[in-house]
C-alpha cells in the first residue's frame, strides 16, 4: 500500500509541475485532470481496509468497508469531468477570440 501512496504522491506533484510550467491551456486542463485523478487515487488508498468485507449484510463489522469514500469519489469524478468539460468549451472560446492557446500570447493581446 505504501508503493501505491507513494506513486500518487508523485502523480500528483507532477501534475501539479506541468500545470505550472506549461504555456498552453489544453495542457493546463490536462495536467489538472491528472492532479484531480491522482488525488482521488490517494483517498482511496487511504480509505483502503484490508480484507474488507461489503457492508451489506456484514458478519463481522470491524473488517466492513466504509462507502462514504467512495461515494464522495464518485462525485469527484462527475464534478471534475464537467469543470473539464466547461474548461474545455472556454479554451475553444479563447481560441476563437484570440487566435490562440498560448498563455503568453494571450496576455499580451489583452494587455
Known sequence: MEFRIIL????????IYGL?????IIKSILC?????SAVILLFLA???V???VPPIFPNDTS???????????ITTIIIGSSIT?????????LYHHFGT???NEIMDKEG
Open 8 to 15: 500518487t504522491f508523485i502523480t500528483v506533484i507532477l501534475g
Open 20 to 24: 505550472g510550467t506549461s504555456k498552453n
Open 32 to 36: 489538472l485532470q491528472i492532479t484531480e
Open 46 to 48: 487511504f480509505a483502503q
Open 50 to 52: 484490508d480484507n474488507g
Open 63 to 73: 473488517l466492513m468497508v466504509d462507502p462514504l469514500p467512495q461515494a464522495l469519489m
Open 85 to 93: 468539460a466547461l474548461a474545455l468549451m472556454l479554451s475553444i472560446k
Open 101 to 103: 492557446l498560448n498563455w
